[in-house]
């Protein structure tokens, strides 16, 4: 039996019928680089057999009225493959616009959470001959890094099969029973939640007074419900729409270098650009500048002191983005500027303390509030939190076979919430800088006009460095 964390857990508790809480990654492969040949039920059975060595892959939620605490993960004794690994083929003429179409409509299915929390999508048919694979995972099970973890479980440096890790076929989440889950479920609420609360209040308390103060002189990063409103900050419905693009790595980099700024600054001033072309082009772009929400690993950080375990190690860093400059070199040192100005906010925020709040999530109420927050629309009645979620993920640099496939393409696509209805997510792998962009239909059925955008904001930095 392993304990959900707080985070983990409240992933599952934010969860609606409108607001699905899991990760995609979407992998275009090419099949003819598969030894013998390819063919789904090869893939298929390659899996199964990876699998074995994959203990995240085979847990599944348990949980009792009982318990108090937050549900466990048990090893899934009736594991079925085919329960998990499904083939369809994409509408002709098989181009981009339909993967995004047949994507958006999986995307908007919840996970079944009697097994597993994962499935893998195998889509044929399109037109260049590539094969797509959409992995779906929820977010209790995984973040940014994790993801990227599961994925080089699934990928090696050939195409030859790799031999099992005999540590890892011999791990497993384990069993338990209903009054073991119970108990332990009361003594984490009654006497451990306690003396962690009254830990963290005084750190806690620092907070928002640091906060007051680098306000003042202007070294704080920006404060939530401060950002102007934007189409994506309305409630959302099941309806998801997504878009990609693919960028050099090289280019990126070349910008990065002329203006001596970092990748991730790159990634926030062509956000931007990209941003303000969409808002402008629908005549919607705000005089001040957007907020966006920035991810931020905590893998590395210490957890003695406020909390240990989970899946999900991630704290998020509030950034204003240069949306409201048109010239994108100015706008491009001014997403330095503003990026360093947060980051020096954030790295005095104990790294762990929004993890550690989060164990005191309250499941059921937290559920029903989440629900009654989506039904009446509420996210209209009050300022945004921020306007996009921005995430930037390093892959490896090389290429990667993907259970035999080589791999063309990585796509990330994170979760949309009601008043928060885009999610931008950056990996970069092979020389590629991959964007991943994901939204409600109700709110942006153009989606792929800010996918374009990214192309056109790179094109104009590149012009720039001559």
Same mark, same amino acid.
């Given at each position: ?5 707080g ?16 990760i995609?990654g ?5 099949p ?6 390819y063919?789904?039920?090869?893939l298929?059975d ?5 699998i074995a060595?994959? +203990? ?17 993960w048990?090893?899934?004794?009736d594991?079925?493959i085919?329960?998990?690994?499904h083939?369809?083929?994409?509408p002709?003429p098989?181009?981009e616009?339909?993967?995004a ?46 993801g990227?973890e599961?994925?080089a479980?699934?990928?090696?440096l050939?195409?030859?099969a790799?031999e099992?890790?005999p540590d ?13 889950m119970?108990l332990?479920g ?8 306690p ?8 750190g ?11 306000s003042?002189?202007?070294?704080a990063?920006?404060? +939530?419900?401060?950002a ?6 309305? +409630?959302?419905?099941p ?26 600054d790159?990634?926030l ?33 210490d ?5 240990t ?7 998020g ?8 400059l048109d010239?994108?070199v100015?706008?491009?040192k001014?997403a330095?500027?503003?990026?360093r100005?947060?980051k020096?906010?954030h790295?005095?925020?104990?790294a762990?303390?929004?993890r550690a709040?989060a ?21 209209m009645?009050?300022?945004p ?8 993920v ?11 496939a ?5 796509y ?10 885009l999610?931008?997510t ?12 994901l939204?409600?239909?109700d ?7 800010i996918?374009?955008?990214?192309d056109?904001e790179?094109k ?7």
């Amino acid at each position: 039996m392993q304990r959900l964390s707080g985070l983990d857990a409240s992933f599952l508790y934010l969860e609606t019928r409108s607001q699905m809480m899991h990760i995609i990654g979407l992998i275009e492969i090419d099949p003819s680089t598969v030894p013998g040949g390819y063919s789904f039920v090869k893939l298929r059975d390659e899996l199964q057999r990876r699998i074995a060595a994959m +203990p995240n892959f085979r847990r599944k939620l348990d949980n009792s009225m009982l318990n108090i605490d937050h549900p466990v993960w048990i090893e899934d004794d009736d594991f079925d493959i085919e329960r998990h690994v499904h083939r369809v083929a994409v509408p002709a003429p098989g181009g981009e616009a339909e993967l995004a179409d047949l994507c958006g409509h999986l995307a908007g299915q919840t996970l079944d959470r009697g097994k597993p929390l994962w499935e893998l999508w195998i889509i044929e048919g399109l037109a260049d001959g590539k094969v797509a694979a959409m992995l779906r995972t929820h977010h209790a099970s995984v973040d940014g890094v994790t993801g990227a973890e599961m994925l080089a479980q699934m990928c090696t440096l050939s195409p030859e099969a790799p031999e099992l890790d005999p540590d890892k076929v011999q791990e497993t989440a384990g069993r338990t029973s209903r009054t073991t889950m119970a108990l332990t479920g009361a003594m984490n609420y009654f006497v451990q939640r306690p003396i962690a609360m009254a830990r963290l209040i005084p750190g806690t308390v620092e907070v928002p007074i640091n906060w007051f103060r680098r306000s003042r002189t202007k070294s704080a990063m920006p404060a +939530p419900f401060q950002a102007p409103r934007t189409r994506f900050n309305a +409630p959302i419905t099941p309806h998801r729409a997504l878009a990609m693009a693919q960028l050099s790595l090289d280019d990126v980099k070349l910008v990065k270098n002329r203006f001596d700024v970092k990748i991730n600054d790159v990634v926030l001033a062509i956000t931007a650009g990209a941003l303000r072309d969409y808002l402008q082009g629908h005549d919607e772009l705000p005089d001040q500048p957007l907020v966006a929400m920035v991810p931020v690993s905590v893998h590395g950080a210490d957890e003695s002191s406020l909390v240990t375990g989970g899946t999900n190690k991630v704290t998020g860093m509030f950034a204003k983005l240069a949306s409201d400059l048109d010239d994108p070199v100015d706008r491009l040192k001014r997403a330095a500027e503003l990026a360093r100005t947060s980051k020096d906010h954030h790295a005095d925020i104990d790294a762990n303390i929004l993890r550690a709040w989060a164990q005191f999530a309250p499941g059921t109420t937290m559920a029903t509030v989440m629900k009654f927050y989506g039904d009446r629309r509420l996210a209209m009645s009050h300022p945004p939190v921020f306007n996009v979620l921005i995430s930037n993920v390093a892959g490896p640099d090389f290429p990667l076979y993907f259970l035999g496939a080589r791999v063309t393409a990585v796509y990330p696509l994170g979760p949309v919430f009601h008043g928060l209805g885009l999610n931008i997510t950056v990996f970069s792998a092979d020389g590629h800088l991959n964007v991943g962009i994901l939204t409600c239909t109700d709110l942006a059925p153009d989606v792929w006009d800010i996918a374009h955008a990214f192309d056109h904001e790179l094109k104009r930095l590149l012009e720039a460095c001559d």
